[in-house]
């Protein structure tokens, strides 16, 4: 669904996703002006109730076949006869005919869906794929990175507030509550950011794909050899996707050094960085997995990815606790070596990079090698029409004496 405009969407929905997180200063809001918790919940319960039903009874009868689905694609077949002019020796083609195909999900050619059957690509094979490895990778290191700041901010705050004094007085006490609520809110608000940044992101995943040709094989050969400036699409996907790892990469190298930094007002440029960063790794790697993998997939790999960094994310928990007891509420080194193991998230756009190289070479080889296999399907009709003109020089010459 969606063509060229497929990231930018699914960052949309992405961004509005992480952004309900500002729910949760509104429920606080509503609880500090007398109305029972209890209530709270049970609204909160009927509205996902809701969305349950709501979900259950708009589900689609059949899967939305992507735009390169062969349900949404169409043949057309030119036949003609080709007549060669005797006195100028020029060849026209005549008595052209266009026959249209459509080909519909309904009703497949059973030769076609084996054939199809044959070359699809299993789950067991996408799962083993560097790329979907490598990302793994990444996205268990953001989020551990993310959700370790989220849930020991609070005592992050006030360690800045206090500087570390285990014995604050009544003043820096009531200082201390009233700066971590204020900065709890304010970060609490900041989650509209990420409806706002992500549809940047998915930009960049969709940058020029307009200009690309076709990813089908034999439309591809024939416009390459048409048009040598289109782009290829694969190519093009792979290097939207490394430049949106390396930037989302960047931002989140950035926010695990200002974290670091003793300033409660510098802070506020973690919580930004902490916002986009949430909602762009989502967004990239939703992007890459539609753009790399089949597209009845892309949910089994984006759940599987999902599992498994949400349970690396689990660490956090132990991280809290070292924080906590041995530390004495510094979070300093904690810092340190998650932004030391933050540099682990380059190692897929490195991938990314070696693997169109790879790419970019073997399309070079293809396209040479239909250049040569043209230059030898044209040389017998050159062949034949120089002869043609030799004949009738001769037979010029010939009149002339």
């Known amino acids: 669904m969606f063509g060229n405009v497929r990231s930018i969407i699914l960052s949309l929905m992405i961004g509005s996703y992480a952004s309900s997180a500002v729910t949760f200063p509104g429920v606080k809001l509503i609880y500090d002006l007398g109305v029972s918790f209890r209530i709270i919940m049970w609204v909160w319960s009927g509205m996902a109730c809701t969305v349950f039903i709501n979900c259950f009874l708009n589900w689609p009868g059949e899967s939305f076949p992507a735009p390169e689905d062969i349900r949404y694609t169409k043949k057309v077949k030119m036949s003609g006869v080709v007549t060669e002019d005797k006195m100028t020796g020029d060849r026209y083609v005549t008595n052209v005919t266009v026959m249209e195909d459509m080909m519909g999900s309904k009703q497949p050619d059973p030769e076609q869906t084996d054939s199809q059957s044959k070359t699809q690509v299993t789950l067991w094979h996408s799962v083993c794929t560097p790329i979907f490895l490598w990302s793994l990778i990444t996205m268990a290191m953001t989020q551990l990175r993310l959700i370790f700041f989220m849930g020991a901010m609070n005592k992050m705050l006030e360690f800045l507030v206090t500087h570390g004094n285990p014995n604050p007085s009544e003043e820096l006490q009531k200082e201390k509550e009233e700066q971590v609520g204020f900065y709890s809110s304010i970060f609490g608000t900041m989650q509209l950011l990420c409806l706002l940044t992500c549809p940047l992101i998915g930009y960049i995943m969709d940058w020029r794909l307009r200009e690309c040709e076709e990813e089908n094989a034999n439309t591809q050969t024939e416009k390459s050899q048409s048009d040598p400036s289109k782009r290829d699409r694969k190519i093009q996907k792979l290097t939207n996707a490394m430049r949106a790892f390396i930037f989302t990469n960047i931002l989140l190298v950035t926010f695990g050094i200002i974290s670091m930094i003793d300033n ?58 070292l924080m906590l007891g041995h530390l004495n509420g510094d979070p300093y080194w904690i810092n340190l070596c998650l932004l030391i193991f933050s540099l682990a998230g380059f190692l897929l756009p490195g991938y990314l990079f070696y693997h169109r190289r790879n790419l970019i070479r073997a399309k070079a080889e293809c396209d040479r090698l239909a250049a040569i296999q043209s230059d030898k399907e044209n040389a017998p009709l050159t062949q034949t029409d120089s002869g043609t003109a030799k004949s009738k020089a001769k037979g010029h010459s010939a009149n002339g004496y």
């Open 264 to 321: 409660l007002h510098i802070q506020l440029v973690s919580f930004v960085l902490h916002t986009i960063v949430r909602g762009f790794i989502h967004s990239c790697c939703g992007g890459l997995y539609a753009a790399v993998y089949p597209s009845n997939h892309f949910g089994t790999l984006t759940g599987m990815q999902s599992m498994i960094s949400a349970a690396f994310a689990l660490l956090q928990q132990p991280l809290f606790i």
